[in-house]
């Protein structure tokens, strides 16, 4: 029978007759079987989600998953004859899809075929002699009463359930495959899966490789068995995994890798610490016995890793060794027990944490300062021990660097339980010790304009312990703004060129103050005779610096109190009123010489023929004849003769004397009290 859609089963069939036949259903969608068939030993074939080339119609196939279900309590049958179950992808029919198979219970002697592109369900037990897998899809028959007596084909994935023996022959799995019995399971065909982990599990009461073969190139196998004597491996090797029996399988509790003979057995490890002497506190290491070994397995296979072994107590003296699992472990997964030792404590070795040294500036001494809150390392739990004293710290050397080693004294232990234990100061301490500010600063410094500089020196403010600039290297010098050639003004002054190890330099400017030079003006003397006309005064300058020329004078002025209507004599000769740039002026006045012409003076018709005397720049002459004189007027001299000397004589009115003198004129001598004398 044949639908291009859904085909229903609603009411029982049996075929068994007295001739039994073979029966078809097929449906082009869905197949629901709703009823109980029966064939009686002919062959039965449901076939859902057909072909085209079945003759399905795709134009009748209504759209949506194709099916075929056994409705609960729905059961086929068929003697001895093969019942083929099929769920096709329905290819090249409109609107294919294949669903899922759901089955009920199925009982045939012959074969069971499933072939399925999709998931292959149970709901009741089904017995038969040979399962056959087929499809694309999965396979998960579990019920607990299932009865099969062997299994082939392939499948996505399979999860099979069976009781009695069971023989596996050439089965193909794609993904995760789990067959377990509760008879024996036979191998005997070549099994293969392409999952990961857990690829292929199989279990049974017992386990016979009869030729077959186990293949996992991604996973791995793992077979089950009450015990390692219940499995003959034939060509099969793998290790062993004890304590678990299939029923408690999880699908990742084998946890020991590769491929495994898993058994229910529970052999035990008796671990047995070795009397051993050591030091208070200490781990013991491998002082251990170990016993227990079953079905000829070696050390390496029953166990890897060493027990842990403590101590009753950790004073000093003889206490028992309690031995643990520690890292102690199995991978056949043996289980362990233990048994106590004796151990002979020697006095342990503690060592301090949580201190380090601080680092400082240099100040010239290897002192270091240790912080921290400093915790012993290696004190028992339950010890009474406390870190006494005070923590030193020294560095290795004043100079100042980075990761200086610093060495610790000065602690000790401390309390009741201190007798156990001797300390070892803090070891690997470092520190760094930088470089101390040091500023140098330039002294200030003057010079006059044009000339070399002084020697220039600083001052030196953060020498630390007494230090003084004889810890400084380098070639120390100065540098300024100003050049030789630079004017009056301010500069700036910096010292530069000094190295120190342990010193960080900061350097200072002073000033550089470049001062007016002197600069010395002095008039020129001079020679003026009354009645021509004033010279021209001119100047000397005393104190040029650099090349530099009377071009530097500015807004001099040179003038003398002397004029046309002065007497004869010595005159200042006055600079004044100039300015030098870069110079302090200072003046210093000339000297002017201001003659009168020599004068002859006539005698009045009406008085007596005057004495003629002549004169010359050194004082009177009489070398002229002397001329008649009259009579003297009362009460005044007629004539003086002066003799020159050291010392200039005046008349009363400040004349020099040497000049003409006539009469008319009162003549006293120089200090007005000698009488004159005449010289012929």
Avoid: C
């Amino acid at each position: 029978m044949q639908a291009s859609t859904d085909l229903f089963v609603n009411a029982a069939i049996n075929a068994s007759g007295t001739a039994p036949g073979a029966l078809t259903l097929q449906a082009g969608r869905s197949l629901l079987v709703n009823a109980n068939i029966s064939t009686g030993g002919g062959a039965l074939t449901l076939i859902a989600s057909d072909r085209a080339s079945a003759g399905v119609v795709s134009a009748q196939r209504d759209a949506g998953a194709g099916n075929l279900t056994m409705a609960p309590g729905v059961t086929l049958a068929a003697g001895a004859g093969n019942i083929t179950l099929r769920l096709l992808d329905g290819a090249g029919v409109a609107n294919a899809q294949a669903g899922s198979m759901a089955l009920g219970g199925i009982t045939t002697s012959g074969m069971l075929t499933l072939d399925s592109a999709g998931m292959v369900t149970q709901s009741a037990a089904i017995s038969a002699a040979n399962l056959a897998l087929a499809g694309t899809g999965g396979v998960s028959l579990t019920n607990t009463s299932n009865a099969f007596g062997a299994i082939s084909g392939s499948a996505s994935t399979l999860s099979l359930v069976d009781t009695g023996a069971l023989t596996v022959n050439a089965l193909a799995v794609t993904g995760a495959a789990r067959i377990s019995t509760t008879g024996a399971l036979t191998l005997a065909g070549a099994v293969s899966s392409q999952a990961g982990s857990d690829a292929l599990v199989l279990s049974g009461s017992s386990f016979v490789n009869a030729g077959g073969s186990l293949a996992t190139p991604n996973g791995r196998w793992l077979v089950f068995a009450p015990a390692i004597s219940d499995i003959t491996p034939g060509a099969l090797s793998a290790g062993r995994y004890y304590n678990l029996a299939y029923a408690s399988y999880t699908g990742s509790n084998v946890n020991s890798a590769g491929n495994r003979f898993v058994s229910a057995e529970a052999p035990i490890l008796t671990v047995t610490a070795n009397n051993q002497s050591i030091t208070y506190g200490d781990t013991l290491g491998q002082g251990v016995t170990i016993n227990g070994r079953i079905n000829g397995d070696t050390v390496a296979q029953a166990h890897s890793g060493a027990a842990l072994v403590t101590a009753s107590s950790a004073n000093f003296g003889t206490q028992t060794l309690t031995p643990s699992l520690g890292t102690l472990a199995s991978d056949y997964n043996y289980g362990f027990s233990f048994t106590n030792g004796s151990l002979n404590v020697a006095k342990k070795s503690l060592t301090v944490n949580g201190l380090s040294a601080t680092s400082r500036a240099y100040d010239g001494t290897t002192n270091a300062a240790i912080t921290g809150m400093g915790t012993l390392v290696g004190v028992l739990s339950g010890d009474s021990v406390a870190l006494g004293g005070a923590a030193a710290g020294s560095f290795a050397t004043a100079n100042a660097d980075n990761g200086i080693g610093v060495t610790v004294t000065g602690l000790s232990l401390t309390n009741d339980t201190a007798g156990n234990y001797a300390l070892t100061q803090p070891t690997g301490l470092t520190g760094n010790i930088t470089p101390a500010p040091l500023f140098i600063t330039a002294d200030n410094a003057s010079r006059l304009y044009g000339s070399a500089s002084p020697a220039f020196t600083a001052r030196f403010e953060g020498f630390v312990g007494g230090e003084t600039v004889a810890v400084l290297s380098g070639t120390p010098g100065f540098s300024s703004n100003a050049t030789s050639a630079s004017g009056v003004g301010s500069y700036l002054l910096t010292p530069s060129g000094y190295n120190a190890l342990n010193y960080l330099i900061g350097y200072r400017s002073g000033t550089l103050s470049i001062l007016p030079a002197p600069l010395e003006l002095r008039a020129n003397d001079a020679s003026w005779t009354r009645n021509l006309p004033q010279p021209s005064f001119t100047f000397s300058l005393s104190g040029l610096r650099l090349n530099d020329t009377a071009s530097v004078i500015s807004g001099l002025s040179i003038n003398t109190p002397a004029n046309s209507s002065s007497p004869a004599g010595l005159y200042p000769i006055i600079p004044s009123s100039a300015t030098a740039a870069n110079y302090a002026l200072s003046f210093v006045d000339g000297v002017l010489t201001l003659t009168v012409p020599a004068t002859t003076l006539m005698a009045d018709p009406s008085t007596p023929p005057p004495l003629i005397i002549s004169t010359s720049n050194t004082g009177l002459s009489t070398t002229n004849s002397l001329q008649t004189l009259t009579p003297p007027l009362p009460n005044q001299r007629d004539f003086v003769s002066l003799n020159p000397g050291p010392t200039p004589r005046v008349d009363l009115d400040g004349e020099p004397l040497g000049e003409l003198i006539g009469f008319g004129s009162s003549f006293p001598t120089a200090d007005n009290t000698a009488d004159p004398t005449v010289t012929p």
